[in-house]
């Protein structure tokens, strides 16, 4: 009973996140290991919501606010930008498998010698986009930047979501 309860539930979540960007067309990326879709296609009678850049919540008061300290490595740091975003677009009436472009700017980290840390932004990435609950992959860029609005900000994330239109009846 347990397993079939849990199996309907899973169920419901994928029907919800198909009906939730119903139109959207998600091309694979074939033969790439990251979690991201090659391209997406969006119809024409959809709205499409474009969120500012999101930086990192402060995570420690007693380090300078201007340090990698104040906010956490690029994993913490993705973390905490991706429930920021997922809270806007639940505030917009969307979800997370709305998202249908992302662009990233990482910064280098200066404990990994300057280089971005991209293996620390995509295990943060996988909680939110490409699981069980929520499959939908984005088409996504991502680079390294010389410096974001803050020098303790190694991540800065921009979102392109898409509200399907009005189903008629």
Do not use: C, W
Not at 3 to 9: D, P, Q, R, S
Not at 31 to 45: C, F, R, Y
């Amino acid at each position: 009973m347990r397993t079939f309860l849990h199996a309907g539930i899973a169920g419901l979540l994928l029907l919800s996140a198909a009906a939730a960007s119903a139109g959207v067309v998600r091309h694979p990326n074939r033969g790439n290991t990251l979690p991201i879709s090659a391209a997406v296609e969006v119809p024409a009678d959809a709205s499409l919501v474009f969120v500012s850049g999101v930086v990192p919540p402060r995570i420690s008061a007693s380090a300078p606010v201007d340090s990698v300290d104040a906010y956490g490595d690029t994993k913490t740091q993705a973390q905490g930008v991706f429930a920021s975003i997922e809270r806007q677009l639940k505030e917009m009436g969307l979800g997370m498998g709305d998202v249908v472009k992302m662009q990233v700017f990482l910064v280098g980290d200066p404990r990994l010698g300057g280089r971005m840390d991209l293996e620390g932004f995509t295990a943060a990435y996988r909680q939110y986009f490409g699981t069980s609950g929520q499959p939908n992959l984005p088409a996504r860029s991502s680079l390294q930047a010389a410096g974001l609005v803050n020098p303790g900000y190694l991540v800065e994330v921009e979102v392109t979501a898409v509200r399907p239109p009005p189903a008629h009846h």
